[in-house]
Nanobody, 126 residues
Framework: QVQLVESGGGSVQAGGSLRLSCSAS????????MAWFRQAPGKEREGVAA????????RYADSAKGRFTVSRDNAKKTFDLQMDSLKPEDSGVYYC???????????????????WGQGTQVTVSS
């Protein structure tokens, strides 16, 4: 049973930075797509960024490009989301998700991942 635990959420002013971390346990496959999603009140959950355990390529939503950086540490089974130049519209609950896939692919942003964390709140004030 795969378990994911997020950490690092909090409150910050616009322009500030936060780093989210997701710790994974219980999986044995060497090939997982690992992604970050977020959900603001009244909105659908949306993909923010993704990275694959088997490569270095990354995926970003347009809203995250140039400001967010996703990274992984396969040995520690963690993956992080560094968020810089935060905006109020970045606020929401952030979830990490993983699924055994050969690649993340072009549809990485779809929230049909198999395993999810419990979520961590990010609040950006103006």
């Amino acid at each position: 049973q795969v378990q994911l635990v997020e950490s690092g959420g909090g409150s910050v002013q616009a322009g500030g930075s936060l780093r989210l971390s997701c710790s994974a346990s219980g999986y044995t496959s060497p090939r997982y797509c690992m992604a970050w999603f977020r959900q603001a009140p009244g909105k659908e959950r949306e993909g923010v960024a993704a990275i694959h355990t088997g490569g270095i390529s990354t995926r970003y939503a347009d809203s995250a490009k140039g400001r967010f950086t996703v990274s992984r540490d396969n040995a520690k089974k963690t993956f992080d989301l560094q968020m810089d130049s935060l905006k109020p519209e970045d606020s929401g609950v952030y979830y990490c998700a993983v699924e055994p896939r050969l690649t993340c692919g072009n549809n990485w942003y779809r929230d049909d991942f198999q395993y999810w964390g419990q979520g961590t709140q990010v609040t950006v004030s103006s």
